[in-house]
Protein backbone atom coordinates (compact mmCIF):
# COMPACT_ATOMS: atom_id res chain seq x y z
CA UNK A 1 0.00 0.00 0.00
CA UNK A 2 2.93 2.57 0.75
CA UNK A 3 3.53 1.88 -3.06
CA UNK A 4 0.76 3.20 -4.08
CA UNK A 5 0.17 6.14 -1.67
CA UNK A 6 4.03 7.11 -3.16
CA UNK A 7 2.77 6.96 -6.56
CA UNK A 8 -0.12 9.39 -5.73
CA UNK A 9 1.89 11.72 -3.68
CA UNK A 10 4.77 11.81 -6.65
CA UNK A 11 1.68 12.44 -9.11
CA UNK A 12 0.88 15.64 -7.40
CA UNK A 13 4.16 16.90 -6.66
CA UNK A 14 4.57 16.58 -10.05
CA UNK A 15 1.55 18.52 -10.86
CA UNK A 16 2.64 21.11 -8.25
CA UNK A 17 5.74 21.49 -9.93
CA UNK A 18 4.12 21.78 -12.96
CA UNK A 19 1.76 24.41 -12.13
CA UNK A 20 3.84 26.45 -10.40
CA UNK A 21 6.35 26.39 -13.21
CA UNK A 22 3.51 27.68 -15.50
CA UNK A 23 2.09 30.15 -13.29
CA UNK A 24 4.06 30.84 -10.10
CA UNK A 25 1.95 33.60 -8.63
CA UNK A 26 -0.43 31.22 -7.88
CA UNK A 27 -1.91 31.22 -4.34
CA UNK A 28 -1.96 28.43 -2.26
CA UNK A 29 -5.56 28.30 -2.51
CA UNK A 30 -6.09 28.25 -5.43
CA UNK A 31 -2.75 25.85 -6.25
CA UNK A 32 -4.87 23.03 -3.87
CA UNK A 33 -8.02 23.53 -5.33
CA UNK A 34 -6.11 22.99 -9.37
CA UNK A 35 -4.17 19.76 -7.57
CA UNK A 36 -7.00 18.45 -5.65
CA UNK A 37 -6.11 18.46 -2.07
CA UNK A 38 -6.32 20.87 0.94
CA UNK A 39 -5.17 23.90 1.51
CA UNK A 40 -3.12 22.72 4.30
CA UNK A 41 -1.90 20.20 2.33
CA UNK A 42 -0.52 22.60 -0.10
CA UNK A 43 1.20 24.26 1.98
CA UNK A 44 2.53 21.31 3.86
CA UNK A 45 3.75 20.42 0.35
CA UNK A 46 5.07 23.72 -0.35
CA UNK A 47 7.03 24.06 2.28
CA UNK A 48 8.71 20.45 2.16
CA UNK A 49 9.59 21.88 -1.66
CA UNK A 50 11.17 24.70 -0.47
CA UNK A 51 13.30 22.82 2.13
CA UNK A 52 14.29 20.10 -0.16
CA UNK A 53 15.55 23.33 -2.20
CA UNK A 54 12.69 22.78 -5.48
CA UNK A 55 11.20 26.24 -5.00
CA UNK A 56 12.35 29.31 -3.61
CA UNK A 57 9.94 32.06 -2.91
CA UNK A 58 9.94 35.25 -4.28
CA UNK A 59 7.74 38.72 -3.70
CA UNK A 60 5.00 38.81 -5.98
CA UNK A 61 5.84 42.28 -7.60
CA UNK A 62 2.57 43.09 -9.38
CA UNK A 63 0.36 42.18 -6.67
CA UNK A 64 -1.27 44.52 -4.72
CA UNK A 65 -1.12 42.59 -1.23
CA UNK A 66 2.81 42.54 -0.76
CA UNK A 67 2.55 39.55 1.66
CA UNK A 68 1.60 37.26 -1.57
CA UNK A 69 4.19 34.92 -2.63
CA UNK A 70 5.65 33.94 -6.17
CA UNK A 71 6.71 30.63 -5.68
CA UNK A 72 9.97 29.81 -8.11
CA UNK A 73 11.39 27.07 -9.24
CA UNK A 74 14.94 26.32 -8.93
CA UNK A 75 17.85 24.49 -10.53
CA UNK A 76 17.35 21.48 -8.99
CA UNK A 77 13.52 21.90 -9.26
CA UNK A 78 13.52 21.85 -13.28
CA UNK A 79 15.59 18.79 -12.82
CA UNK A 80 13.30 17.26 -10.02
CA UNK A 81 10.52 17.79 -12.83
CA UNK A 82 12.14 16.44 -15.15
CA UNK A 83 12.96 13.39 -13.16
CA UNK A 84 9.31 13.21 -12.07
CA UNK A 85 8.17 13.75 -15.73
CA UNK A 86 9.75 10.98 -16.75
CA UNK A 87 8.28 8.54 -14.05
CA UNK A 88 5.03 10.06 -14.33
CA UNK A 89 4.95 9.75 -17.77
CA UNK A 90 6.27 6.00 -17.98
CA UNK A 91 3.56 4.89 -15.52
CA UNK A 92 0.44 6.85 -17.61
CA UNK A 93 1.94 4.59 -20.80
CA UNK A 94 1.82 1.30 -18.53
CA UNK A 95 -1.65 2.49 -17.27
CA UNK A 96 -2.42 3.57 -20.76
CA UNK A 97 -1.23 0.29 -22.37
CA UNK A 98 -3.42 -2.32 -19.91
CA UNK A 99 -6.36 -0.54 -20.01
CA UNK A 100 -6.02 -1.02 -23.90
CA UNK A 101 -5.28 -4.77 -23.21
CA UNK A 102 -8.40 -4.77 -20.87
CA UNK A 103 -10.69 -2.87 -24.09
CA UNK A 104 -9.88 -5.54 -26.77
CA UNK A 105 -10.03 -8.76 -24.40
CA UNK A 106 -13.94 -7.00 -23.62
CA UNK A 107 -14.28 -6.59 -27.64
CA UNK A 108 -13.03 -9.78 -28.23
CA UNK A 109 -15.41 -11.27 -25.66
CA UNK A 110 -18.51 -9.24 -26.86
CA UNK A 111 -17.98 -10.48 -30.12
CA UNK A 112 -17.48 -13.67 -29.69
CA UNK A 113 -21.00 -13.93 -27.55
CA UNK A 114 -23.08 -12.09 -30.44
CA UNK A 115 -22.98 -15.69 -32.53
Known sequence: MAGQRTKVQEDIRFRVLRLLEENPEMSQRELA???????GSANYLLKALIEKGFLKLGNFKA?????????????????????ITQ????????????????IEAL????????I
Open 63 to 83: AEDKRRYAYLLTPKGVAEKAA
Open 33 to 39: DAVGVST
Open 87 to 102: RFLARKMAEFEALKAE
Open 107 to 114: ESEVNSNK
